[in-house]
């Protein structure tokens, strides 16, 4: 994850922390991105990294949807390959997905969702 991506991400937590406490342990990170040295990246993939994995997620079922993950880009990101098949997979199986580019996107997809 960029820099501004990890800003955002942090942002967007905070909100939420602060907002919806009771469900604050249920938004969790997925920390697939990052700088690893080779034996870190090995054991991370034997623990179950997956190429492809958003974010975040929200372990809260609502209006049908299992759960709902979060990929957070900056508004020129793009998904890559892998993400877009992780998504297909996830929505496949009754998740919801979305790609988050603002806090106030954020706040707006979260409010809707839990509503």
Known sequence: MRHDESQLQQSCK?????????????????PNGGKRNKIEA?????????????????????????????EL???KGRQSESQKAWQK????????????RSV?????TINN???
């Open 89 to 100: 997979d996830a929505e496949k199986y009754g998740s919801k997905y979305v790609i988050i």
């Open 42 to 70: 090995a054991i991370m993939k034997l623990e179950g990294i997956v190429s492809g994995a958003p974010d975040m997620a929200l372990l809260v079922g609502r209006s049908g949807y299992n759960n709902l993950f979060i």
């Open 14 to 30: 905070r909100w939420f922390d602060l907002q919806y406490s009771d469900l604050s342990k249920l938004l969790i990170a997925i």
């Open 104 to 108: 106030d996107q954020f706040i707006e």
């Open 113 to 115: 969702y839990l509503k």
């Open 73 to 75: 880009k900056t508004e």
